[in-house]
């Protein structure tokens, strides 16, 4: 069956559009691989891939910036992970940059995601190996949890044995859950053990109002925290004491008068024994009375001489002064 014109035009347009779209394929995942593009190599170590692969992406601060060319097993403990890097990025990724490897997503592939290093370090160049960090594998946190699991299933069996002698009396708590009569005691402990705390309350704030009123002025000892009335009180205890010395040797001089007069020695012994000489010492002072009143007399009449008249008012006007 021959072929039309129209069919084989038909023919040549689905050739050209699957080329187009086959290069336009090429292109894009190229692109994505960076596999047309000017890189660089950069290589970490790694004790454990957590199932990465030649061609997973590789990110920095969250931006694609490659993808993993080669994952090449050095030992059983070591792994080196060759990564194809934009160049344009190779200025800001420093020397002490990290590099990690975690999946894309909660349930996406495995990626190398590059992490910045803090501080101003030199950046990195074509062929650099920057350290890693091997996170928690999901292996391991299952083992972990199991083995949670495990301890919390025995404290389970341990948790339901207790109970169950508890709820069969056994042991102190369960003897006080189930004894009626130790729980009452215990109850009425409680509730003296309530007022007692309450009475000691009372006790403490009547004990924190007596503190607080002995610090107040018009109280005794808060008198005594006065730095002046202290000093006062100090300065009369001082002379009571001397006071009290001086009446000590004045009662020790009496002593010795006493002890004179009652051995007949002395002037007073002598007067007091002699009538005769009492009657001359009163006649004596009799004289010296009279004569105390003449005179007196004697200057008042000088006073209003006409020729000692201007001495006294002299005097007068000079007393006035030293009184003003």
Known sequence: MKETPYQKLRLGIFMVLGTLVFILAIYFVGNKQSMFGRTVILNSVFTNVNGLQPGNNVRYSGIDIGTVRNIEMINDTTIKVEMAIDRKILIHIKKNAVATISTDGLVGSMIVNIIPGAGNNASVSDGTTIKSY????TDDMLKTLT???ENAALLTEDLLKITNRITQGK??????????AMANDVKETLYYLKISSK??????????????????????IGVLKD????GKIRNIIINLENSSQAVNQTIAKLDEVAVSIKDGHGAFNYLVKNPESAEKVDSI????????????????????????????KKQEKSAKKSKK
């Open 285 to 312: 002072l009799k004289n010296i009375n009279e004569a105390s009143i003449l005179l007196k007399e004697d200057l008042e009449a000088a006073k209003h001489n006409f020729l000692l008249k201007g001495y006294f």
């Open 171 to 180: 042991g102190s708590i369960g003897l006080l859950l189930n004894d009626t």
């Open 134 to 137: 091997s996170r928690v594998r």
């Open 147 to 149: 083995v949670t699991n």
């Open 227 to 230: 730095t002046v009335v202290a």
């Open 199 to 220: 009475e000691t309350a009372k006790s403490i704030e009547k004990i924190n109002q007596l503190i607080t009123s002995l610090d107040k002025k018009d109280n005794t």
